[in-house]
């Protein structure tokens, strides 16, 4: 059974750091590219940021980029999402994606990913 566990989240005040993990088991995704997602209450799965297998190739949302860094330790099939400088409009249920696919390409669409993890809880307040 394939498993994607988010952990990290929180309430943190504005300007604070969180370090996001997901730790996969059932499968080995260290030949796929992963990624992290966030929701809030009525609204789409946002794309934050994706990354290829080996981890040298990254992209970002424009929200996001400078605060955020994504990485991953295939050793360990974990990914990560460190978060920098965070604000009260990065409050989100953060999601972590795997794809299916052997060396694919990254992808900001949420439909490219066959795995999902049940999702952490990062408030930040003003």
């Known amino acids: 059974q394939v498993q994607l566990v988010e952990s990290g989240g929180g309430l943190v005040q504005a300007g604070a750091s969180l370090r996001l993990s997901c730790a996969a088991s059932g499968r080995t995704f260290s030949k796929s590219p992963m990624g992290w997602f966030r929701q809030t209450p009525g609204k789409e799965r946002e794309f934050v940021a994706t990354?290829?297998?080996?981890?040298?190739?990254?992209y970002y949302a424009d929200s996001v980029k400078g605060r955020f860094t994504i990485s991953r330790d295939n050793a360990k099939i974990t990914l990560y999402l460190q978060m920098n400088s965070l604000k009260p409009e990065d409050t989100a249920v953060y999601y972590c994606a795997a794809d299916d696919q052997i060396y694919g390409s990254t992808s900001r669409l949420a439909e490219a990913y066959e795995y999902w993890g049940q999702g952490t809880q990062v408030t930040v307040s003003s």
């Open positions: 990354i290829n297998w080996s981890g040298r190739s990254t």
